[in-house]
């Protein structure tokens, strides 16, 4: 008796790969994404997004320090989304961070086959839209997800990239760690509390890099349907092109011209739970354009994966400020934020009472 195996191997379909074939001037009907027709139109009324400068942080003058967390939580507080200057992290740091990532993606189709997404929880993640398994209507983006803390991973190509990922993952836990205790203070919670509660010292760290290519219909794709993200806060670079949109008061605001060397930040879903819901996190979404790739290098950054996420005890009140949120232990969230379709704040919807 015969067997016949026929192993089918699931090839991915990345973006930069079809961007790249000759005559694309229509996209695949499976990267049509319909965007609400009742939504009003994109502002550029980005002037007003916050700029919190760190290094006010740890001044000498109490005074100032105290602005800046006031000026810290009405950021988390209005908008969930602010930029941060004179961060200690140097600007040459962050363009290698954004040069080697783009090495990685052009790495030879067989070099990067090693490092293809099997399970949502792999320390390293090279894969297509959001969840190719689940997705409905593709993302037109390819990405690098890593987990690099609190054990570090990285690929061993291209050469550096491992060394540059170390140091990146370092630098921007140190500026994590700064907004936090800010952050906590302007809670009117202890300066450690976040950082204690949520075991920052084995906290999740995970760097994604994310490729958009020129799309030949920008307006009928989209790079990331708008989602908001898991863990407490998140940081963004990118190669200067712009595609990031955040929402605001109910409209979508581009997020363009920012201060060179800065760091994006975003509040997350956790951070929204930690604070019964005073601070919320902010849904974000990221477009495509038929001109230039642009590259975004994410810092995610959560409690260790064992805290179990609940609305801080000072922070709740029964009678006054009922919990808004049911505790969840962070893995889980994780697994079932990862292991889904991204639909704005549905997540984190699951555990809100
Ligand atoms: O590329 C961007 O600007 C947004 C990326 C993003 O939202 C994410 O990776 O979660
Ligand atoms: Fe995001």
Redesign the pocket.
């Known amino acids: 008796m015969f067997y016949i195996t026929r192993v089918v191997h699931f090839k991915m379909n990345f973006v930069k790969r079809l961007s790249e074939s000759r005559d694309l001037n229509t996209i695949p009907s499976i990267y049509t994404y319909t965007t609400n027709p009742n939504e009003s139109p994109v502002s550029n009324s980005q002037d007003s997004i916050p700029t919190i400068d760190f290094s006010l942080l740890t001044s000498p003058d109490p005074s100032l320090r105290l602005q800046v967390i006031q000026e810290l939580g009405d950021a988390c507080k209005d908008w969930g989304f602010f930029q941060v200057i004179n961060h200690g992290v140097p600007e040459d740091l962050m363009n290698m961070v954004v040069e080697k990532s783009n090495e990685f993606f052009n790495l030879t189709d067989e070099e990067k086959k090693d490092f293809e997404e099997k399970d949502v929880l792999d320390p390293i993640r090279y894969g297509t839209s959001f969840n190719s398994k689940k997705d409905k209507v593709f993302c037109w983006?390819d990405?690098l997800k890593v987990i690099v803390h609190p054990e570090f991973h990285s690929p061993n190509k291209p050469v550096g990239f491992s060394e540059i990922m170390l140091e990146y993952s370092k630098r921007t836990r140190e500026v994590v760690r700064g907004l936090l205790n800010g952050i906590s203070m302007s809670l009117g919670l202890d300066q450690s509390c976040i950082e204690k509660t949520m075991k920052l010292e084995s906290g999740l760290q995970i760097f994604?890099v994310?490729l958009?290519p020129p799309c030949p219909q920008p307006e009928l794709a989209i790079?990331?349907p708008p989602?908001s993200?898991h863990g407490l806060l998140?940081l963004?670079i990118?190669n200067g092109v712009g595609?990031?949109q955040i929402k605001h008061n109910g409209k979508w605001v581009n997020?363009n011209d920012t201060f060179p060397g800065s760091f994006?930040v975003?509040t997350a879903d956790h951070l929204e739970i930690f604070s019964n819901g005073k601070y919320k996190s902010v849904e974000?979404?990221?477009i495509v354009n038929n001109v230039a790739t642009?590259i975004?290098v994410?810092v995610?950054n959560g409690p260790s994966l064992d805290t179990v996420v609940r609305p801080a005890y000072e922070l709740v009140d029964e009678e006054r400020c009922p919990a808004s949120f049911v505790p969840m232990k962070y893995k889980e969230y994780l697994e079932m934020q990862q292991g889904n379709q991204i639909v704005g704040k549905t997540c984190l919807d699951r555990v809100r009472v």
């Open positions: 983006r990405f994604v994310n958009y790079g990331l989602h993200d998140t963004l990118n595609g990031l997020v994006l975003n974000h979404r990221a642009r975004s994410v995610a």
